[in-house]
């Protein structure tokens, strides 16, 4: 394994620099070269390995986590080869300081399945992979982040059944982690209630994940990998109401945050994927120029992001808006913008 030398160290420098970003630990103690050499020195003899060493990748998750929570997902995506697949060999091997390389190597695939951009069955792979490490570190909080990324997934891969079932194998251990873990493992569980039709327990998970959200999201101590602010709060709340055949509940819910213009900061993907959703609840509604308006710029968003799997969703909600207003002109313009994509 090559050592961290100078082209190394001035690409990652020129990848953490991003204007107006608060890294977890200062600019020169990143790019140090010493950690990355005792780093690759160690995958030789996992056992010499120090916590220092492994603490200093433990912060360059937390500045991954950041650059991501800053709708900077590419950089994170080019910074992660550089030392997860390391990380992970030593999260393979017996030694004192396995459970901090599996808490290094879970959080690093759960962030894996948060910036790729399309790709479902590496999406599943990556949370297959944070699962198996959070099992190794003992700390629920991790499990719990770990087991949501995965339910989160198999939403995403329409894969119903097994999102319930993961979500609910997070349930009993919610009452370990922080209020904002807690609140986004209900808003999964009303989802894949509403989904599988389940209108009683849908709501009742709503309702408690609105009692246990926190006033000060940004304040709790998962919050910088939990992805989650008032903003996916009313998300998961419109896509419950959306699977509840709930239009109208779904669209005050998604109007609270706004996709167009964001009331909340909200992350790229998430902005998307709530103008899909006030399109698609906007044509249940009957608005043709309000259903075309979101649509059009969800698929707009989406394409200029790469964001394949809004595109798709985006193509889907225009079947809907086709379905309903077959012979308008306002949807048969916009039929050029699939077509391009398809």
């Not at 399309?118 to 499990?143: F, H, K, M």
């Not at 079932?165 to 569980?189: C, E, F, K």
């Given at each position: 394994?090559?050592?961290?030398?100078e082209?190394?160290?001035?690409?990652?420098?020129?990848?953490?620099?991003v204007?107006?970003?608060?890294?977890?630990?200062?600019?020169?103690?990143?790019?140090?070269?010493?950690?990355?050499?005792?780093?690759?020195?160690?995958l030789?003899?996992?056992?010499?390995?120090?916590?220092?060493?492994?603490?200093?990748?433990?912060?360059?998750?937390?500045?991954?986590?950041?650059?991501?929570?800053?709708?900077?997902?590419?950089?994170?995506?080019?910074i992660?080869?550089?030392?997860?697949?390391?990380?992970?060999?030593?999260?393979?091997?017996?030694?004192?300081?396995?459970?901090?390389?599996?808490?290094?190597?879970?959080?690093?695939?759960?962030?894996?399945?948060?910036?790729?951009?399309?790709?479902?069955?590496?999406?599943?792979?990556?949370?297959?992979?944070?699962?198996?490490?959070?099992?190794?570190?003992?700390?629920?909080?991790?499990?719990?982040a770990?087991?949501?990324?995965?339910?989160?997934?198999?939403?995403?891969?329409?894969?119903?059944?097994?999102?319930?079932?993961?979500?609910?194998?997070?349930?009993?251990?919610?009452?370990?982690?922080?209020?904002?873990?807690?609140?986004?493992?209900?808003?999964?569980?009303a989802?894949?209630?509403?989904?599988?039709?389940?209108?009683?327990?849908?709501?009742?998970?709503?309702?408690?994940?609105?009692?246990?959200?926190?006033?000060?999201?940004?304040?709790?101590?998962?919050?910088?990998?939990?992805v989650?602010n008032?903003?996916?709060?009313?998300?998961y709340?419109?896509?419950?109401?959306?699977?509840?055949?709930?239009?109208?509940?779904?669209?005050?819910?998604?109007?609270?945050?706004d996709?167009?213009?964001?009331?909340?900061?909200?992350?790229?993907?998430?902005?998307?994927?709530?103008?899909?959703?006030?399109?698609s609840?906007?044509?249940?509604?009957?608005?043709?120029?309000?259903?075309?308006?979101?649509v059009?710029?969800?698929a707009?968003?989406?394409?200029?992001?790469?964001?394949?799997?809004?595109?798709?969703?985006?193509?889907?909600?225009?079947?809907?808006?086709?379905?309903r207003?077959?012979?308008?002109?306002?949807?048969?313009?916009?039929?050029?913008?699939?077509?391009?994509?398809?």
């Amino acid at each position: 394994m090559a050592h961290f030398d100078e082209s190394r160290r001035n690409a990652l420098k020129q990848l953490l620099g991003v204007s107006g970003l608060t890294l977890a630990m200062p600019m020169n103690e990143l790019i140090n070269p010493e950690p990355w050499d005792r780093l690759s020195r160690g995958l030789t003899k996992p056992t010499n390995i120090n916590e220092e060493t492994l603490a200093h990748f433990s912060k360059l998750v937390d500045t991954c986590w950041g650059l991501n929570n800053a709708s900077q997902p590419e950089t994170v995506q080019e910074i992660l080869p550089t030392f997860l697949p390391r990380v992970e060999t030593l999260a393979q091997t017996y030694s004192k300081n396995q459970k901090m390389a599996a808490a290094i190597a879970s959080q690093g695939y759960i962030l894996a399945a948060e910036v790729d951009k399309g790709n479902v069955p590496a999406l599943e792979r990556y949370c297959d992979l944070a699962v198996q490490y959070s099992q190794l570190t003992g700390d629920y909080s991790i499990q719990v982040a770990a087991l949501k990324q995965m339910a989160t997934i198999a939403l995403v891969a329409k894969k119903t059944d097994k999102a319930l079932q993961t979500y609910q194998r997070a349930l009993p251990l919610t009452r370990y982690v922080s209020p904002l873990l807690r609140a986004r493992i209900y808003m999964g569980l009303a989802s894949a209630y509403a989904r599988c039709g389940n209108q009683q327990d849908a709501l009742r998970y709503r309702g408690r994940a609105h009692e246990v959200f926190p006033s000060q999201p940004e304040e709790d101590p998962s919050f910088l990998y939990t992805v989650c602010n008032e903003a996916v709060l009313h998300l998961y709340d419109g896509l419950t109401y959306m699977d509840l055949d709930q239009p109208q509940q779904a669209w005050d819910a998604l109007a609270q945050v706004d996709g167009l213009n964001p009331k909340f900061p909200v992350a790229e993907s998430w902005r998307i994927e709530i103008i899909n959703l006030q399109g698609s609840a906007a044509a249940e509604l009957g608005n043709l120029e309000m259903s075309c308006a979101y649509v059009e710029a969800g698929a707009n968003a989406a394409a200029e992001q790469g964001y394949e799997i809004w595109q798709s969703e985006s193509a889907d909600v225009f079947k809907q808006i086709q379905l309903r207003w077959p012979s308008e002109t306002r949807v048969q313009n916009l039929e050029g913008l699939f077509q391009q994509g398809s």
